[in-house]
């Protein structure tokens, strides 16, 4: 089932996600909030989906950039980016170690901020620790994108937004964003 995605200004955005349990994990509930959540991700469409922009104040997101996504995207962006397909995972409880310093900057944006973009300083390499959807440990090492992707939901956990860390003078409203792009 398709979740409706809260957008920014709804307080679970901005409360701090409560770990959960194994016994919640290998729930029916939790099982089926991940399943939501990963059709609500492809609907939006979108490559990352927390479970706060869900409504629910909970350590968990879904993460999944298809091939399909690249399409329309050129070899060099896609090469600067280090943009590859990842699969679907799901992280739960994550503990995030960046391994360079945040200076890998691009435009990013928000399903819980539609319509618009900003450019984000982030690490390039990152370490996750965490439990995937069978409540199995395990650590997930990231770079480019994907790496990317990881901070981004990771930050939804701890309330916070790309907006709390873009480089203010780059919001800009998609439809701008796209036209620059292409001039």
């Known amino acids: 089932m398709v979740l409706k995605i809260v957008q920014v200004g709804d307080p679970v955005l901005r409360t ?11 729930s029916a509930l939790i099982r089926e909030l991940i399943a939501d959540m990963r059709e609500t991700m492809h609907a939006a469409p979108g490559v990352g989906l927390a479970a706060p922009q869900v ?3 909970l350590q968990l997101a879904v993460i999944e950039d298809k091939a399909e996504y ?3 995207l050129n070899k060099a962006d896609l090469k600067a980016r280090e943009r590859e397909p990842i699969p679907f995972h799901v992280i739960i409880n994550p503990e995030i170690e960046l391994l360079t310093p945040p200076e890998i ?7 819980s901020v539609p ?3 900003a450019v984000v300083s982030r690490a390039q390499k990152v370490r996750v620790t965490c439990l995937d ?6 650590v ?3 770079s480019g994108w994907h790496a990317r992707i990881l901070q981004h939901e990771i930050d939804h956990l701890n309330c916070r937004i790309y907006i709390d860390r873009m480089r ?3 919001f800009s409203t998609l439809e701008n964003y796209q036209a620059q792009t292409k001039a």
């Open 133 to 138: 959807e069978r409540g199995k440990p395990g």
């Open 140 to 142: 997930v090492d990231a």
């Open 168 to 170: 203010s003078e780059t």
């Open 70 to 72: 690249h399409k329309n």
């Open 115 to 117: 319509g618009f973009m």
């Open 16 to 26: 701090k996600a409560r770990p959960l349990t194994k016994e919640e994990i290998r």
């Open 105 to 111: 900057a691009f435009h990013e944006g928000c399903l």
């Open 55 to 57: 409504g629910q104040s």
